[in-house]
């Protein structure tokens, strides 16, 4: 780790493999917070999640699809959080999905544990009540929960307990997809939903622009310790140029990234970024018809 830190690395996670020895966990707790390193952690319990591809709840059963309990985030995260509580580590929490979970990270913080979170877009506007089309493209990790969970999501984006909110890119080749829901794989495509699904929420909630964006550029840009997410004279021309009222369809013709699946496929969209700068210098240049 200190090697990495070395060559540049700004934070440590295990991504999706699960994390099952906490005496690693707790080794590498201590080890980032003497040396002040970042942790990024998922928690999801892999034995409370083994099998599952919904969120546990009456959806899911009368759907007959085998379910993830909210115990499978709370408890990981109890144990994530009173490691970090002992240890003094820094610690970000990637992608939770349950209002439970939300609560907890809200008295972490208010106990002045170094901890932050994000979200992933999709879990902003919808939950496991859409289900019941059984599209795989709404087979995510983790699971679209319940209407009261999507509601603690959208009010704890407003209130500041979440952090930053994130695309989940994660494309999949569509013949796993093409199959019943619960043998489908998990994931979507996001990265170029990631805007008008935050200037939706933003709408929605009556937040102010400057405030949705900050969850999608500087507060990121913040939590992993780099200069960017900010306009400064001298500073680096790393821009987003979009029309927040463009309107356009969610289609494979729409989508600039070679995966097409999303559970927002042939939505409309309000919001489309026109241009994306890269030290001052063009990287991307939307298609002039929607």
């Known amino acids: 780790m200190a090697e990495l830190t070395e060559a540049g690395c700004r934070a440590f996670t295990q991504a999706d493999a699960p994390m099952t020895d906490n005496q690693v966990l707790l080794r590498a707790m201590e080890y980032a917070s003497t040396f002040g390193l970042s942790l990024w952690l998922r928690p999801q319990d892999v034995s409370l999640a083994h099998g599952g591809v ?10 007959g699809l085998p379910g993830i309990p909210a115990l499978a985030e709370t408890v990981a995260l109890a144990t994530i959080l009173q490691l970090a509580r002992e240890t ?16 907890m990270v809200r008295a972490a913080k208010a106990q002045g544990l170094a901890v ?12 496991e009540n859409d289900l019941i089309s059984f599209d795989s493209h709404l087979h995510l990790v983790p699971p679209l929960r319940s209407l009261r969970d999507r509601d603690a999501i959208r ?7 979440i952090d930053a909110l994130c695309s ?35 709408r929605e909630m009556d937040v102010p622009l400057m405030q949705a964006i900050g ?25 987003c140029v979009f029309d927040e009222a463009a309107e356009w369809i969610v289609g494979p013709r729409t989508l600039t990234s070679q995966g097409n699946n ?17 030290d001052g210098h063009i990287d991307f240049e939307a298609p002039h018809s929607p």
């Open 54 to 63: 919904a969120h546990d709840g009456a959806v899911a059963s009368r759907l």
């Open 88 to 103: 003094g580590a820094r610690v970000h929490l990637a992608r939770l999905s349950t209002s439970e979970g939300l609560a």
């Open 116 to 127: 932050t979170c994000d979200v992933a877009s999709p879990h902003v506007h919808l939950s």
């Open 155 to 161: 009010e704890a984006l407003r209130d500041g307990t």
């Open 168 to 202: 989940d890119h994660t494309p999949v080749d569509e013949d796993v997809k093409q199959v019943p829901f619960g043998e489908s794989a998990p994931g979507a495509s996001g990265v170029e939903l990631l805007l008008p699904l935050t200037l939706k929420w933003a």
């Open 215 to 239: 969850l999608i550029s500087w507060k990121p840009a913040q939590i992993l310790g780099v200069p960017a997410g900010t306009l400064a004279v001298g500073g680096w021309a790393d821009l």
């Open 262 to 278: 999303t559970p927002f496929l042939n939505h409309l969209m309000l919001g489309r970024v026109h241009y994306t700068l890269i």
